[in-house]
C-alpha cells in the first residue's frame, strides 16, 4: 500500500515553455501533498506544501507564479512549472500523507531538463 | 525542526549489519526521529520511525539513546540494494513539513 506515483518520469522541454507533472496517490487519500526540488549531489528542498481544496502554502524563495500547484481531488496534485528555463532543470519529487499524517510516501520523481 | 548530523558517507559489507548513526542533541519532547532513504534518482522511501522506544520493523531497527540526543538506525543484514543516502529527519506530531538534512551515503560492497 501507499504507492505514489508521478507523471512524466523525465521530460525535456525548451526554455520558455510551460511543463504539468502530475503526481497520484493510487491506494489511498491524501489530504496533503508536497513538492520537492532536488539538484544534483543535494538534498531534497521542500517547494510547497498543498491541501485539498485549498491553496498551496510555498516555502520562502519558492516562486508561486511560476511554480502552479493544483491540488484538485484528493488522489492528484499537479505542478506546473511556467515559462521554464534552464536553471529551472531539477528532479522534482512529491509525496502524499497517509492516513496517518506523520508519514509521507514519495513519487518516484521526474527528472526536468530545459534546453 | 532540531537539526540532526550524520556522517557524510558510510561503508559496509554484504551481509553485516549496518549502522547508521545521528546526533539530534536539540530535540524536544515531542518531536519524532525519522529515517528515509533514497536509492539513486528515486522518490526517499519510508524506513521507520520513533518517539522514545526502539522499534523494529520488516526493513530495520531504530535505536534511540535515553536522553534522545542521538539514535542509530541498523540494517541488519546489508545487500547491494541498500546502496542509498540515508536520511535522518526530527519532526514534531503533527507538523507536516519534512526538513532533508544531507544524509549519510552508504555503500555496501560485495
Known amino acids: 500500500g501507499a504507492v505514489v506515483s508521478q507523471h512524466p518520469s523525465r521530460v525535456i522541454c525548451k526554455s520558455g515553455t510551460s511543463v504539468k507533472i502530475e503526481c497520484r496517490s493510487l491506494?489511498?487519500?491524501?489530504?496533503?501533498m508536497f513538492w520537492y526540488r532536488q539538484f544534483p549531489k543535494k538534498s531534497l528542498m521542500l517547494m510547497a506544501t498543498?491541501?485539498?481544496?485549498?491553496?498551496?502554502?510555498?516555502e520562502q524563495g519558492v516562486e508561486k507564479d511560476k511554480f502552479l500547484i493544483n491540488h484538485a481531488s484528493l488522489t492528484l496534485s499537479t505542478l506546473t512549472v511556467t515559462s521554464a528555463h534552464p536553471e529551472d532543470s531539477s528532479f522534482y519529487i512529491c509525496?502524499?500523507?497517509?492516513?496517518?499524517?506523520?508519514?509521507?510516501?514519495f513519487g518516484p520523481g521526474t527528472r526536468l531538463t530545459v534546453l | 525542526d532540531a537539526k540532526t548530523t550524520q556522517p557524510p558517507s558510510m561503508d559496509c559489507a554484504e551481509g553485516r549489519a549496518a549502522n547508521l548513526p545521528c546526533n539530534h542533541s536539540?530535540?524536544?519532547?515531542?518531536?519524532?526521529v525519522y529515517w528515509y532513504r533514497q536509492i539513486h534518482s528515486q522518490g526517499p522511501q519510508y524506513i521507520i520511525h520513533?518517539?522514545?522506544n526502539n522499534e523494529t520493523n520488516e526493513m530495520a531497527s531504530l535505536i534511540i539513546t535515553e536522553d534522545r540526543k542521538s539514535s542509530t538506525l541498523i540494517l541488519p543484514h546489508a545487500t547491494l540494494r541498500d546502496t542509498a543516502v540515508y536520511y535522518c529527519?526530527?519532526?514534531?506530531?503533527?507538523?507536516?513539513?519534512?526538513?532533508f538534512g544531507q544524509g549519510t551515503r552508504l555503500t555496501i560492497n560485495p
Open positions: 509525496s502524499a500523507s497517509h492516513r496517518d499524517p506523520d508519514t509521507q510516501y
Open positions: 491506494d489511498f487519500q491524501a489530504t496533503t
Open positions: 498543498s491541501n485539498e481544496g485549498s491553496k498551496a502554502t510555498y
Open positions: 536539540t530535540i524536544s519532547g515531542n518531536e519524532y
Open positions: 520513533g518517539l522514545k
Open positions: 529527519i526530527v519532526r514534531s506530531q503533527g507538523a507536516q513539513k519534512l526538513v
